[in-house]
């Protein structure tokens, strides 16, 4: 008794270490993520029109990673369709979802570029 009792908490403690490690912060975006995320949330980052307030669905969306998957693709191309400033408004907007220091938006010009 005691023994099976021993193997179905070893196998309850593996199954929560797996479910825990698995849905870790710092796992990469899937191109499906981030296509939503931009799908949703692209009217409020859109370059060279006034602040547009974002959609309910957006700030769900970004909600759930705190805008990692928005931020990791922030690039040289984002700039020319995408406002990078906006990206602080929507972190504000959707409940100051960027941690204070954070890089998003903030990309590095390659050397020579």
């Not at 070893?10 to 899937?30: D, E, G, K, W």
């Not at 191109?31 to 700030?59: A, H, M, N, Q």
Request: charged share 20%; aromatic share 12%.
């Amino acid at each position: 008794m005691v023994i099976a009792y021993t193997r179905v908490s070893m196998f309850l403690i593996t199954l929560l270490v797996t479910r825990v490690t698995s849905s870790q912060v710092n796992a990469p975006c899937t191109w499906t993520e981030i296509s939503e995320e931009y799908d949703y949330c692209g009217d409020s980052l859109t370059r060279g029109v006034p602040w547009v307030f974002p959609l309910k669905v957006c700030c769900d969306t970004i909600r759930v990673n705190k805008m990692k998957c928005i931020c990791q693709v922030v690039t040289k191309t984002f700039s020319q369709n995408f406002d990078f400033y906006k990206l602080s408004k929507l972190s504000h907007a959707c409940g100051d979802l960027l941690v204070p220091g954070s890089y998003c938006g903030v990309y590095k010009v390659p050397k020579g570029a």
